[in-house]
């Protein structure tokens, strides 16, 4: 970590995760914090869903809930941004306080419930970059009163097609009560049956993830599996935060409800993405997510079958150079193992990642 890196952590550990967080955003506002350079390497360009992302690694949604600074994200080194999780309304969320850091563990507990300013926000901020360069995706979900949840992913779907790189179905936040029914099979097969009958009426033949939590048994990723086969979804995203609690060695906080991220989440996260490729085959999508904090984390992800890879929590405790520092030691690896592409690495260790216990 660098002296700036340092200097910034120390700032904003100063204030509660939530603060924190919106100082953040500020900052990339105004144009600060400057991280590192990342390479644009060709080793390390990556098609994946007719997509040509120029490095794999990507900022996981959660961060940029309001679609507020994707390009300052791109800036830092990021191959690709996803904003959102959106709903349709505007909705303040649970109650504070509702992040929590757990620092001994490099991870936080967050229970923030899809807080964010709704579709028409985003939709306006996301019009106004229209012709920039850069992946940008967008996360959908379900307002928390919703009556018709599958309504406000349609609604999403219409609304972001036009201006998104890719659309994520998120059911797989732990924070929405309800929300995780959502991928069991007979709910599945409607959702996602909708979604891409809206895709069609949109008019976008944008790509379409779904994102599934890992706290799933062997049974629900067959059908989950099942169903994204079916249904020609471009892809999978493995995983939103976790309701389990491994052995976490923080003094304060591990008992609070809610999704855990960070480096606990690694070994699961891993071991499941791992079992989706097995059952998906070696031609759908997959972006791993859970626990990555380094170049050989994210390297072990593609290892064990990811086409790309995201983050968020490792960047709350390494800083916001901690992109471009992956993104040059996944540079250096290609070029020191003579790689063609990075993507000669995936599927190399998927066996030893599809037996780990879950």
Same mark, same amino acid.
């Given at each position: ?63 940029d809930k309001n679609a507020e600074v994707p390009d300052a994200l791109l800036g830092l080194g990021f191959g690709f941004a996803e904003v959102g999780t959106v709903t349709p309304l505007a909705q303040a969320g ?17 229970? !923030? ?7 028409? /926000? &985003? @939709?306006?901020?996301?019009? #106004?970059?229209? +012709?920039?360069?850069g992946i940008v995706g967008v996360n959908i979900g379900a307002n928390k009163d919703s009556s018709n949840r599958i309504g406000d992913y349609i609604s999403g779907v219409k609304r972001f097609a036009r201006h ?51 706290? !799933? ?7 989950? /599996? &099942? @169903?994204?086969?079916?249904? #020609?979804?471009? +892809? ?58 380094s170049t050989e984390t994210a390297l072990e992800k593609i290892r064990a079958g990811a086409d790309l890879v995201q983050l968020y929590t490792g960047m709350v405790y390494a800083g916001p150079s901690l992109p ?35």
């Amino acid at each position: 970590m660098s002296a700036f890196d340092r200097l910034g952590r120390h700032l904003l550990f100063s204030f509660d995760a939530e603060a924190a967080h919106g100082l953040s955003i500020k900052a990339l506002r105004c144009g600060l914090p400057v991280g590192g350079r990342a390479p644009r390497d060709r080793r390390l360009h990556v098609k994946v869903a007719g997509l040509d992302f120029p490095n794999p690694l990507g900022m996981a949604a959660g961060y940029d809930k309001n679609a507020e600074v994707p390009d300052a994200l791109l800036g830092l080194g990021f191959g690709f941004a996803e904003v959102g999780t959106v709903t349709p309304l505007a909705q303040a969320g649970n109650p504070k306080p509702r992040i929590f850091r757990l620092v001994e563990d490099d991870a936080v507990i967050n229970r !923030l419930g899809f807080n964010n300013e709704g579709h028409d /926000a &985003a @939709e306006k901020r996301l019009a #106004a970059r229209a +012709g920039r360069p850069g992946i940008v995706g967008v996360n959908i979900g379900a307002n928390k009163d919703s009556s018709n949840r599958i309504g406000d992913y349609i609604s999403g779907v219409k609304r972001f097609a036009r201006h998104a790189s890719y659309l994520t179905v998120n059911i797989s936040s732990p924070n929405t009560p309800g929300l995780r029914n959502m991928q069991a099979r007979e709910q599945l097969a409607e959702l996602l049956a909708s979604v891409m009958i809206a895709r069609a009426e949109a008019g976008h033949a944008v790509p379409i993830f779904l994102k599934i939590a890992p706290d !799933l048994h062997e049974a629900e990723l067959e059908d989950i /599996a &099942a @169903e994204v086969t079916e249904k #020609a979804i471009d +892809g999978v995203i493995v995983s939103n935060t976790t309701i389990a609690r491994p052995t976490l060695r923080s003094p304060t906080h591990t008992g609070e409800a809610g999704g855990l991220s960070g480096k606990p989440l690694f070994a699961r996260s891993t071991a499941v993405l791992a079992r989706m490729r097995k059952l998906l085959g070696p031609q759908s999508a997959i972006i791993g997510v859970g626990g990555v904090d380094s170049t050989e984390t994210a390297l072990e992800k593609i290892r064990a079958g990811a086409d790309l890879v995201q983050l968020y929590t490792g960047m709350v405790y390494a800083g916001p150079s901690l992109p471009a520092r992956i993104v040059r030691g996944m540079a250096d690896f290609a070029a020191r193992e003579g790689l063609d592409g990075i993507s000669e690495l995936r599927d190399t260790r998927l066996d030893q990642w599809a037996a780990a216990p879950l």
